[in-house]
């Protein structure tokens, strides 16, 4: 007698729906140990005038968000220890999300983190899709109603040892005034597991905060001089007559200090802000804010596109529109100027 054929999808009818987020629960913990490794050694993130530097991305995410009071009250008083302090955090949640550790309140914190990157970092993304937080709020949302519930976690193989009878467990109960065997044992599980965690956690955001390095700035700086711009025959060879300088021109540098297809930011002459130029490879120069329309991290110059080092806009370094990214608009051009072997910035 021949047994009855096997279905090969009988396996997948019969999958709880708790493990079918095993998957989703392993991606978002991983993620967030990843965001938080990438914070910490992000040698920008916690230096200022960095094109990367947390303090710049909070007034940005602050300005005209429904949770910028939360940043302007918490955060922006405090970079560095909202920036450490966050970091570790998703390093931590991450870890717990991943070994299925009190997985429902690690996954509530992560949403609740996600919530506010939305309400901030994200806000201003259109359309909305195209911002990562809000699909991450979405993603934690079955992870903290479930927890790990049908999928392999630490959690469960603590409550699986805490129900096994132990010969010791008699003795240590008597001990603890009101507590079951089991409750304290499982107690005792749970505190060794956390500490681990937390030591873990230590150990990664401190290997990766050691590992961060000093920060060296990838696009070269031009210094705008607050001196008078100097005259087309003092800025010339004698020989060659220049045609006067725009008033206001500003002294950036000299023109051999950018080669072709090289980046430089320099300080406006009129509000202070970074700017960039950049030598196109025909040698013509162009300038641009170089605020980036999202969140007001400084961009910079890189293969032949104009990046914004923080979340990733892109934009056209000859027109400054926006190419890609969560970038909300084109970035202001500005005016320069090549004459006598410098740069000037042209006032606008
Ligand atoms: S500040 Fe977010 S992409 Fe530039």
Same mark, same amino acid.
């Given at each position: 007698m021949s047994s009855p054929p096997v279905n090969r999808f009988d396996g997948l009818r019969r999958l709880e729906p708790g493990a079918a987020l095993l998957p989703l629960r392993v991606f978002l913990g991983a993620t967030f140990v990843y965001a938080g490794i990438q914070k910490l050694s992000d040698p920008g993130f916690l230096h200022k005038g960095a094109p990367s530097y947390l303090g710049t991305q909070l007034h940005g995410f602050a300005n005209g968000t429904p949770g910028g009071f939360i940043l302007k009250t918490f955060a922006i008083p405090h970079v560095t220890l909202a920036g450490v302090g966050i970091a570790f955090a998703e390093i931590a949640i991450g870890l717990l999300v991943l070994i299925g550790l009190f997985t429902r309140? @690690?996954? *509530? @914190? !992560?949403?609740?983190?996600?919530?506010l990157f939305l309400i901030t970092a994200s806000w201003k993304t259109y359309p909305y899709f195209l911002g990562s937080d809000v699909v991450f709020v979405f993603a934690w949302l079955p992870i903290a109603l479930t927890g790990a519930s049908g999928q392999p976690a630490l959690e469960h193989t603590l409550a699986r040892r805490a129900r096994r009878p132990r010969p010791d467990a008699q003795a240590a109960a008597g001990a603890l005034v009101g507590a079951t065997p089991a409750a304290a044992t499982r107690r005792e599980l749970l505190v060794r597991a956390s500490a681990l965690t937390g030591v873990a956690t230590l150990v $990664?955001?401190?290997? /990766?905060?050691? *590992?961060?390095?000093? %920060?060296r700035a990838r696009t070269s700086s031009l210094d705008a001089t607050a001196k008078p711009p100097? #005259? /087309?025959t003092a800025a010339a060879p004698a020989t060659v007559k220049q045609p006067p300088l725009p008033s206001g021109a500003v002294r950036l540098g000299p023109a051999s200090r950018l080669r072709a297809d090289q980046g430089a930011t320099y300080r406006d002459p009129a509000n202070g802000d970074p700017d960039l130029v950049i030598r196109h490879r025909n040698g013509t120069l162009t300038a641009t804010s170089a605020v980036c329309t999202h969140a007001g991290c400084t961009v910079g110059y890189e293969?032949?596109?104009i990046v914004c080092p923080?979340?990733? @806009? #892109? %934009?056209?370094?000859?027109? !400054?529109? @926006? #190419?890609?990214?969560? *970038?909300?608009?084109? $970035?202001?051009?500005?005016?320069?100027?090549e004459q006598g072997g410098s740069i000037y910035a042209i006032p606008s």
């Open positions: 309140g @690690a996954a *509530a @914190a !992560g949403l609740l983190i996600n919530l $990664l955001g401190g290997f /990766s905060a050691l *590992a961060k390095g000093r %920060y100097p #005259t /087309s293969g032949g596109q923080c979340h990733g @806009a #892109t %934009y056209d370094p000859q027109t !400054g529109e @926006a #190419t890609g990214g969560p *970038a909300q608009g084109p $970035l202001a051009k500005r005016g320069v100027l």
